[in-house]
């Protein structure tokens, strides 16, 4: 069946090291991709989105990666600081009429921040 | 006050019992669902509604079902709670899909359940 899943469950960095934390997804008429985060204690955050057509998108210190023809979503964060731990989830929204968007969520990546 | 409130945030419970968890928002969306969470299998649909009127299984429905009292208010029930139903249980809010397909959930903070 159609899933989204990450490479690596756990991540741990050095304090001001750049993070990269990966997603695969399976589903090629996914139009929609989101990652989330998620602390200890708290419901997931929205962090930042990429369509489709879009192959590249920068927030505030967090770039996303899309890149279809491997169906590979990146999450890079910029100078990661302790703030930054915390549970990573991306998912893909399917497409309009699908699953009436309907977020599908990745089994998360656990990101360390050693300061 | 958040966004959308939880609860109850922990809850212990026995096999047998019937089990409720609210959740409640301010946030004037129209869609809302229920998503379960196990260690190392993210985060599962349970039930979801695009208003008060509709209700709709997701990926996981078996053992559970939902209400939705109002636009801002919708919960989940376990009408006879068993141990691998123990997990944390997240509440989520949208407004839907915009033009460009994106759909944005909002999450409460989470109902722990653990099931003796």
């Known amino acids: 069946g159609e899933s989204v899943g990450l490479h690596l469950p756990t991540l741990s960095v050095q304090e001001g090291d750049n993070s990269i934390i990966n997603c695969a997804y399976s589903?090629?008429?996914?139009?929609?991709f989101i990652w989330y985060k998620q602390e200890s204690g708290k419901g997931p955050q929205f962090i930042i989105d990429?369509?489709?057509?879009?192959d590249k998108r920068q927030g505030q210190r967090v770039t996303v990666l899309l890149n279809k023809t491997v169906k590979h979503l990146s999450l890079q964060i910029a100078a990661t600081q302790p703030g930054d731990s915390a549970v990573y989830f991306c998912?893909?929204?399917?497409?309009?009429?699908?699953?009436?968007?309907?977020?599908?969520f990745g089994k998360g990546t656990k990101l360390s921040v050693k300061p | 006050d958040a966004d959308v409130t939880q609860t109850p945030r922990n809850r212990i419970t026995k096999t047998g019992k019937r089990i409720m968890l609210e959740c409640s928002q301010t946030?004037?969306?129209?869609?809302m669902y229920w998503y379960r969470q196990d260690p190392g299998l993210g985060l599962r649909l349970i039930y979801y509604?695009?208003?008060?009127?509709?209700?709709n299984k997701g990926e996981i429905s078996d053992g559970y079902s939902v209400s939705r009292q109002a636009q801002a208010k919708f919960s989940l029930s376990l009408e006879s709670a068993i141990p691998n139903q123990t997990a944390l249980y997240f509440c989520?809010?949208?407004?839907?899909?915009?033009?460009?397909?994106?759909?944005?959930?909002?999450f409460g903070a989470g109902s722990r359940l653990t099931v003796l």
């Open positions: 509604s695009f208003d008060v009127k509709d209700i």
């Open positions: 589903n090629s008429a996914s139009d929609y």
């Open positions: 990429i369509r489709s057509n879009m």
């Open positions: 946030k004037g969306h129209d869609r």
């Open positions: 998912a893909e929204n399917m497409e309009y009429g699908g699953s009436q968007g309907n977020l599908i």
């Open positions: 989520a809010t949208s407004d839907g899909q915009d033009y460009s397909g994106a759909n944005v959930l909002t």
